[in-house]
């Protein structure tokens, strides 16, 4: 069964430092998203992708935010100067167009830690 | 701004037994999408169920169902016949349906379920 996949699984990063994480969205989904979900609180939405685009937005994803699909398969989402309140698990998730586009199919996340 | 409430941090059941899950929502919009995603200790996010607004008929999906009340913005999810491996966080979501594709996933805070042998 096609699925997300993530990497790294786990991201330890010094702050102010710059840290990419990657996504592997199922081949052919079109929409991708990444959330974020801080220990022991809810899921939140940073981002969503269509079209080389960004489509939405929260006002989580501020300017040391960014999002690529550098390639076609991969999909990463750039912290430009990593603060500590960025330290959470972050997930991907990608769906198709059409009648089932609403299920997002989630990736197993990275978990960043900044020191 | 579209909310999603969970009323309940923590529940538990002895297995084989039947638990409901709470959930409201606030909404000004018609047409939209309601689920249930739970997170095991592994922390992956699968989905258990969804429901179309506009649809009257509750989502089941074998032992998971759904009562979906629209006019009081209620969407509980009930657990039959309760399995350990059901032990795990259960967030409720929305979504805007955008004539079939769909916006970003609202959760709630979740709902640690545990299931007691």
């Known amino acids: 069964e096609p699925e997300v996949t993530q990497t790294p699984s786990h991201q330890v990063t010094q702050m102010g430092q710059e840290v990419i994480l990657r996504c592997v969205p199922i081949?052919?989904?079109?929409?991708f998203y990444w959330y974020r979900q801080i220990l022991g609180q809810k899921v939140e939405f940073l981002v969503s992708?269509?079209?080389?685009?960004?489509?939405?937005k929260s006002e989580i994803f501020d300017d040391q935010f960014s999002v690529e699909r550098p390639d076609g398969s991969n999909f990463t989402l750039k912290i430009r100067s990593t603060k500590l309140e960025d330290s959470a698990m972050y997930f991907c998730?990608?769906?198709?167009?059409?009648?089932?586009?609403?299920?997002?199919?989630f990736g197993p996340g990275t978990r960043l830690t900044v020191t | 701004a579209q909310t999603v409430t969970q009323s309940q941090p923590e529940m538990s059941v002895q297995e084989a037994e039947t638990v409901t899950l709470s959930c409201t929502y606030d909404?000004?919009?018609?047409?939209?999408?309601l689920f249930w995603y739970k997170q095991p200790p592994s922390r992956q996010m699968i989905l258990v169920i969804r429901?179309?607004?506009?649809?009257?008929q509750n989502a089941t999906e074998n032992r998971f169902s759904v009562n979906f009340q629209k006019a009081a913005k209620s969407f509980s999810l009930k657990i039959s016949d309760s399995q350990l491996g059901d032990t795990a966080m259960y967030f409720c979501?929305?979504?805007?349906?955008?004539?079939?594709?769909?916006?970003?996933?609202?959760f709630g805070k979740g709902t640690k379920l545990s299931v007691k042998p």
């Open positions: 909404t000004s919009e018609n047409n939209y999408y």
């Open positions: 992708f269509y079209n080389n685009e960004i489509s939405e």
């Open positions: 998730a990608s769906s198709a167009l059409g009648p089932n586009s609403y299920e997002q199919y």
């Open positions: 081949s052919n989904h079109l929409y």
């Open positions: 979501a929305f979504s805007m349906n955008y004539g079939g594709s769909q916006g970003n996933l609202i």
């Open positions: 429901q179309e607004a506009y649809k009257q």
